[in-house]
């Protein structure tokens, strides 16, 4: 979706390295997430935010930190990067939680940790 | 969180009626179940989302039985586009969960 983006959508980095990873959105919408993607797998959250101020673990939050800037912004981080991060990482947003509220994807960043 | 059970994959050919079946024994009283739409290497897509009985919209159709332990995913006349992995969500992150999963989902692949 448009209106999900995220930066780099590709990168290659070394094991150690201090990584972050961008996501914008204009939907105005209060609610941001990060998932990763291992090959042939399902996603698994990472952390979400309900609002500037809300920051939660998911399930796999272990090596991972988050910064919402602002409502438009969720940046994730690696502090130390390490092979087992190799993934496709997705931002989605919502407008809220329940019946109708879909959530909506950016096109994802290829992560890479040699 | 209700865990789900979905086919690994299913096959069809062009201009049939697909129908995939997730099953979720243990799902709660608020949980919504979402079924998301899924190319390689771009994010999931929603298609649709229901409490009970039947939804359709201009997509696709979920059906759900009264006692909400499965649901099944319809998509008419399926194209080659629809080749693509389909997962069931059951839950409501708004619940508080923290493990929403998408699970390994259903590969669909359509043929000519």
């Known amino acids: 979706d448009a209106d999900v983006t995220q930066t780099p959508r590709n990168r290659i980095t070394k094991t150690g390295k201090r990584i972050m990873l961008e996501c914008s959105q204009t939907?105005?919408?209060?609610?941001m997430y990060w998932y990763r993607q291992d090959p042939g797998l399902g996603l698994q959250l990472i952390y979400y935010?309900?609002?500037?101020?809300?920051?939660n673990k998911g399930e796999i939050s272990d090596g991972y930190s988050v910064s919402r800037q602002a409502q438009a912004k969720f940046s994730l981080s690696l502090e130390s990067a390490i092979p087992n991060q190799t993934a496709l990482y997705f931002c989605a947003t919502s407008k809220g939680t329940g019946m109708g509220n879909e959530q909506f994807f950016g096109p994802g960043t290829r992560l890479t940790v040699l | 969180l209700a865990k789900t059970t979905q086919p690994i994959s299913m096959d069809s050919y062009e201009g049939q009626e697909v129908n995939i079946t997730c099953s979720h024994n243990?799902?709660?009283?608020?949980?919504?179940i979402t079924w998301y739409q899924q190319f390689p290497s771009q994010g999931p897509r929603f298609i649709i989302q229901g409490y009970k009985t039947k939804v359709t919209n201009e997509v696709a159709s979920l059906f759900i039985p009264a006692d909400r332990k499965s649901s099944t995913l319809s998509l008419p006349r399926v194209s080659l586009s629809d080749t693509a992995v389909y997962y069931c969500?059951?839950?409501?992150?708004?619940?508080?969960?923290?493990?929403?999963?998408f699970g390994k989902g259903t590969m669909l692949l359509v043929s000519p």
């Open positions: 243990n799902i709660a009283t608020n949980d919504y």
């Open positions: 969500l059951v839950g409501d992150i708004g619940s508080g969960y923290s493990t929403l999963t």
């Open positions: 935010s309900f609002d500037v101020k809300d920051i």
């Open positions: 939907k105005g919408h209060d609610r």
